[in-house]
C-alpha cells in the first residue's frame, strides 16, 4: 500500500462511505417473518458456505451444542426446537466462523495508520486473525511473535511495574466461566482487583440497584415465568433487535391472553408486530400485535413515568383500601414503605407528566394494567442504566413491583435482560473490581495466597488511570475497549498513554489500532472452535440471563493452527510472569478444564457437582434468594427506597441524546449498513429529531450536522452526521454507537454503578461547515 501523510492512526475512520447520506426508507412494519430468515441465511452462507454454515446453525443452542456468542437470552428447559437461533444469532455466529482470515500477508500490506482509515465494517469483514502479532514501539505494522516471546514480554511489563495496581485487566461477556474463573485468579495471584468488564457499562447499574434494595443482584424470573406472567413490561429495551428470541416468549404470552406494555423514548418494530420466522403459515400475513401499550417517554423520563404509575396504585387502594397493594408482602418483607409512599405524594403531577413526556390518561392505563394483573414481570436492559440515575430507574422498577407483592412467586419478577452471552458468568466468576470479602477468603484458601483486598478500578476510572498514566499496561480478554466506552477521544489518549497493550481476540477492530508503544494481539479461539487439550476435546460453561448454567463444546476446525484457548492464554501468561513461584498447576488447569470447574466448586456457592451438573442437557439454575423471599440486605427485608426526580435543565437548542445499536451490529461489531427497523439503510451517521425540534431550531431534515455535548463546561463533538426526522418526543435525540461515544463524558456516569451515562448526553446540533 502506498504511504499516506497521515501516519497517526484514526480513532474513527469517517471513510467516504460512512459520510455518505444514507437512504431513508420506509421502516419494516414486522420484525422477524421470512426476511429475517433471508437475512440469516444470506449472511450464514456467505460466510461460512450452505454446508458448513447449516451444519453449525443445527448445534446453535442446542443442549451440549454451540453457544451463541450474541445476547444472554435463555434457551427453554425442556424441549427445543432445530432452530433455536434468531437472525442476529446467526450473524453472530457466521461472523466468528467465517472463512475468511487475516493472516501475517495482511499486516504486511497493511499499516496501521491506513487500516484505520478504513470503517469499523471493514475491519470487521476482514476474517478471523490467525497468528500473535505485535506492534513494536515507533513500527508501523505488526509483525508475527511466537506465543512464547509474546507472553515473555508481557511478563516483563507486568514484573516491572511500580505495583501491581499499575495494570488494567478487562473482560468481555464472551469468556467462557473457566476462562473468566483462571483469569480472576492470575490477576489476583499477581495482586490488584483491577478487573474492570462490560458489565460496569452495561448492567451495572442493575445490579448495584437490586442488591442495594433486594440484596442480590441478578433476575428473578426463568422462562418459565413467561409462560404464567398476565402481563409483561419491557422497560427501555429494543428486544427485536438486541434479545430477538425474547419476541418468542412475548408471543406465546401475547397468544394466551397476557397484557404488554413497552415503554421507549422511540417505538419499536419488534415490540409492535412479530412474526414466529419458524411460522412459515404466517409469512405473508401482518403478524400478531405484541404491545397492548406503548408509552412513549422522554429519554430519561423513566423515573417520571414509574412515579406517575406508583401514584395511581397508590391513589387506586386509598379508592379501594385494601384491594390494590399487598399490604401482607409490604409488612412481612419489605421496610421504607411508609417513608417511600410520603415522598410519593408529595411528588406533583405537572412534573411527572412534564418530565415522562407521557399523557396521564396513559399513566392510568398503565397503572389499571398493573393493578388487574395479578402475576407482573418487569424487563428491561441499557434504556434504563445509563443514566446519572441508572440506579434509581432500577430501583423505581423494584418499588413497582413490590408495592403488589411481585416477587417470590411463579410468573412474577424482575427480568434484567444481558446483553452479552457470558458477561453475568464472568461476574460471578469473581470478574469484579469489588469482591466480596468471603470470596475472596475462598479463593485464597484454596489456592494458598492471600488475593488483594483494596478495591479495583471499574471501566470508567481504569480509563482515567491510564490517561493519568498511573495505570501502564492494558490487557484485554476479549472486546473492543475503546469502541465500547464512552469519550472515544480521551480513551485513545489513555491507551496511548500505556507502555503496553494486549488484546485476547478472534477478529479484528478497532482497538487493535489505538495502541500502547508496544501492542500485542493474541488470537484466540472461537465458541465455535474444537477446544483440544491434553485429556481430549474440552467444552466449557456459559449463564445466561436467567442464571442457567450450561455446557457447550465447539465442533469447527480452529480457524488457524496457532489459535489458543482463552484458558490457554491465561495460563501462558500466568507461568510467564510467576515461572514456578505461584503454587498453582497452570499446566493441569488448562489440560482438562474439568480441574478448573472442581476449584470454581469450592469457591463460588451454588457451584456443587459442578462436572457432574454442567454435563447434564441443559444444564442448571444457580441458587436464586429472591424466589424464596429471602432478601440478604442485613436486616432480611426488601427496601422501598426514595428518589428525587432528575433534573436536565436544558438551554434552547439542547436535546437529551441517546445512544443506540442499529440492527445490524452486535455491540462494537458492525456487520453492515442497514436498520431497516428504523428505515436507515447504507448509513449509520445519523442523529433522529423530532419533527417539531428540527423545524423550531432552524434545522431540515437530510441536513448535514455536527453534534456537540455539554458536560460541565466542556463541549466534544461529533462530525458529519445527518438528521432524520422521526418518531421521538421533543428535546430528545438518538444517535447509533460507536460513532457518537465520542460525546459522552468519561466523567459522566452513574450515581453508585458508575455505568457511564450513554443516554443522558446533553447535545445541541449546528449545520456542518463542510459538505462531504
Ligand atoms: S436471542 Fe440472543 S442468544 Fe439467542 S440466538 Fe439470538 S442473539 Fe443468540
Redesign the pocket.
Known amino acids: 500500500m502506498s504511504d499516506t501523510k497521515d501516519n497517526l492512526p484514526r480513532v474513527q475512520a469517517q471513510s467516504p462511505e460512512e459520510l455518505a447520506p444514507p437512504d431513508v426508507k420506509p421502516i419494516s412494519k414486522v420484525a422477524g417473518g421470512m426476511r429475517a430468515v433471508l437475512t440469516a441465511a444470506k449472511y450464514t452462507f456467505q460466510e461460512m458456505g450452505p454446508v458448513r454454515g447449516t451444519r453449525t446453525l443445527l448445534l446453535?443452542?442446542q443442549k451440549q451444542g454451540i453457544d451463541?456468542p450474541?445476547?444472554?437470552?435463555p434457551e427453554p428447559d425442556g424441549e427445543r426446537s432445530h432452530f433455536e437461533?434468531?437472525e442476529?444469532?446467526a450473524k453472530?455466529v457466521a461472523d466468528e466462523a467465517t472463512t475468511k482470515r487475516v493472516t501475517p500477508e495482511f499486516f504486511r500490506k497493511w499499516s496501521v495508520a491506513e487500516l484505520s482509515r478504513q470503517s469499523d465494517q471493514w475491519l470487521n469483514q476482514q476474517g478471523r486473525i490467525t497468528h500473535p502479532m505485535i506492534l513494536r514501539s515507533g513500527a508501523d505494522h505488526y509483525e508475527v511473535i511466537d506465543w512464547p516471546d509474546a507472553f515473555a514480554l508481557i511478563a516483563r511489563e507486568l514484573n516491572s511495574l511500580a505495583s501491581p495496581d499499575e495494570a488494567i485487566f478487562y473482560t468481555s461477556g464472551r469468556t467462557s466461566n473457566e476462562a473468566a474463573f483462571l483469569y480472576q485468579l492470575f490477576v489476583r495471584r499477581y495482586g490488584t482487583n483491577n478487573l474492570p468488564d462490560c458489565s460496569n457499562m452495561c448492567h451495572e447499574s442493575s445490579g448495584t440497584g437490586m442488591k442495594e434494595s433486594l440484596g442480590f443482584g441478578k433476575g428473578t424470573v426463568t422462562l418459565a415465568d413467561f409462560d404464567l406472567a398476565d402481563a409483561i413490561f419491557v422497560i427501555g429495551q429494543n428486544p427485536g433487535t438486541n434479545?430477538?428470541?425474547?419476541l418468542t416468549s412475548l408471543l406465546s404470552a401475547k397468544r394466551r391472553g397476557c397484557k404488554i406494555v413497552h415503554v421507549n423514548p422511540l417505538p419499536e418494530t419488534g415490540l409492535d408486530r412479530f412474526k414466529h420466522p419458524q411460522e412459515f403459515w404466517t409469512w405473508l400475513g401482518k403478524g400478531t400485535k405484541l404491545a397492548d401499550l406503548f408509552l412513549q417517554v422522554r429519554v430519561n423520563g423513566d423515573v417520571a413515568l414509574l412515579k406517575g404509575i406508583m401514584k395511581e396504585v397508590l391513589d387506586a387502594e386509598e379508592r379501594r383500601p385494601g384491594q390494590i397493594l399487598d399490604q401482607e408482602f409490604i409488612d412481612r418483607h419489605t421496610t421504607g414503605f411508609a417513608e417511600f409512599a410520603g415522598a410519593l405524594r408529595h411528588t406533583h403531577w405537572g412534573e411527572i407528566l412534564d418530565q415522562s413526556g407521557v399523557t396521564k390518561v396513559k399513566i392510568e392505563d398503565a397503572a389499571r394494567l398493573f393493578i388487574e394483573s395479578e402475576r407482573v414481570i418487569f424487563c428491561w436492559a441499557m434504556g434504563l442504566t445509563q443514566h446519572k440515575n441508572g440506579v434509581a430507574n432500577i430501583q423505581e422498577i423494584v418499588n413497582l413491583s413490590m408495592l403488589r407483592g411481585q416477587l417470590g412467586k411463579p410468573g412474577a419478577g424482575l427480568c434484567p435482560v444481558r446483553g452479552h452471552?457470558n458477561v453475568q458468568g464472568d461476574r460471578t466468576m469473581g470478574i469484579w473490581e469489588q469482591p466480596a470479602a468471603d470470596f475472596l477468603d475462598k479463593l485464597g484458601q484454596e489456592f494458598g495466597f492471600e488475593p488483594p483486598r483494596a478495591h479495583g478500578l471499574d471501566t470508567v476510572h481504569a480509563i482515567q488511570a491510564m490517561h493519568g498514566e498511573k495505570a501502564k499496561v492494558f490487557v484485554a480478554l476479549g472486546g473492543n475497549f475503546l469502541s465500547a466506552t464512552p469519550d472515544t477521544e480521551y480513551t485513545a489518549a489513555a491507551l496511548r498513554r500505556c507502555r503496553l497493550t494486549v488484546h485476547v481476540s478472534t477478529k479484528f477492530n478497532r482497538a487493535h489500532l489505538i495502541t500502547g508503544r508496544q501492542a500485542l494481539i493474541l488470537p484466540c479461539l472461537g465458541r465455535t472452535e474444537i477446544d483440544l487439550q491434553q485429556s481430549g476435546p474440552q467444552f466449557v460453561t456459559t449463564e445466561n440471563s436467567m442464571a442457567v448454567v450450561e455446557g457447550w463444546e465447539g465442533r469447527l476446525q480452529p480457524a488457524s493452527p496457532e489459535l489458543l484457548s482463552e484458558p490457554g492464554i491465561v495460563v501462558g501468561l500466568a507461568k510467564a510472569v510467576f515461572g514456578n513461584k505461584s503454587g498453582v498447576d497452570w499446566d493441569g488447569l488448562v489440560a482438562n478444564y474439568d480441574r478448573i470447574r472442581e476449584h470454581i466448586e469450592n469457591v463460588v456457592p451454588g457451584f456443587d457437582d459442578y462436572n457432574q451438573r454442567a454435563r447434564q442437557p441443559g444444564g442448571f439454575y444457580l441458587p436464586n434468594p429472591i424466589r424464596q423471599l429471602e432478601f440478604n440486605t442485613g436486616d432480611g427485608r426488601a427496601h422501598f427506597t426514595v428518589h428525587d426526580l432528575p433534573r436536565h435543565d436544558l438551554d434552547p437548542g439542547q436535546f437529551l441524546m441517546m445512544t443506540m445499536r442499529s440492527h445490524d451490529q452486535f455491540n462494537t461489531t458492525i456487520y453492515g449498513l442497514d436498520d431497516r427497523y428504523r428505515g436507515i439503510h447504507n448509513g449509520r451517521r445519523v442523529v433522529f429529531l423530532n419533527a417539531d425540534d428540527i423545524r423550531l431550531n432552524g434545522l431540515q431534515d437530510g441536513q448535514l450536522v455536527d453534534i456537540i455535548s455539554h458536560f460541565e463546561g466542556e463541549e466534544r463533538i461529533a462530525r458529519h452526521f445527518r438528521i432524520v426526522s422521526y418518531n421521538i418526543p421533543r428535546r430528545s435525540a438518538a444517535t447509533y454507537f460507536p460513532e457518537t461515544n465520542v460525546l459522552v463524558p468519561v466523567r459522566n456516569f452513574a450515581d453508585k454503578s458508575h455505568t457511564p451515562a450513554s443516554k443522558s448526553v446533553v447535545i445541541s446540533i449546528r449545520a456542518s461547515e463542510v459538505e462531504v
Open positions: 446453535l443452542n451463541c450474541g445476547c444472554a437470552w437461533f434468531c442476529e444469532g453472530h434479545h430477538p428470541r425474547m452471552s
